[in-house]
């Protein structure tokens, strides 16, 4: 299983950035797919998830300005980020693993198998 993120960059405060996670080796649409991200110094933490029935969850600090999608015919995730803050600057990682739980419960970073190998965004002010 092989996880591509992409879509990173550098964007000022306020703009927008879609990040994509193209995945290859499995069934995509079998899999939970989710975003995390790690900003310097800190743990990764959850940002969003979404089941292959479309259901999504997602932390509070990204509600409301972050959307998760996916596309099973090109095997991709997206994340669409919206009224970016330079506290939103992070390497943000996809993650896949089997349907199984409750949505809630692909918060969790131990709820992933597979990960991918990350994408800088920087936030500018």
């Known amino acids: 299983v092989q996880l591509q993120a992409s879509g990173g960059g550098l964007v000022q405060d306020g703009g927008s950035l879609r990040l994509s996670c193209t995945a290859s080796?499995?069934?995509?649409?079998?899999?939970?797919m989710g975003w995390f991200r790690q900003a310097p110094g800190k743990e990764r933490e959850f940002v969003a998830t979404?089941?292959?029935?479309?259901?999504?969850y997602y932390a509070d600090s990204v509600k409301g300005r972050f959307t998760i999608s996916r596309d099973n015919a090109k095997n991709t995730v997206y994340l669409q980020m919206r009224s970016l803050k330079p506290e939103d600057t992070a390497v943000y990682y996809c993650a896949a693993n089997l349907a199984g739980s409750s949505i809630t419960y692909y918060a969790r970073r131990n709820a992933y198998n597979y990960w991918g190998q990350g994408t800088l965004v920087t936030v500018s002010s």
């Open positions: 080796g499995l069934t995509f649409s079998t899999y939970v």
């Open positions: 979404i089941s292959y029935r479309l259901n999504t």
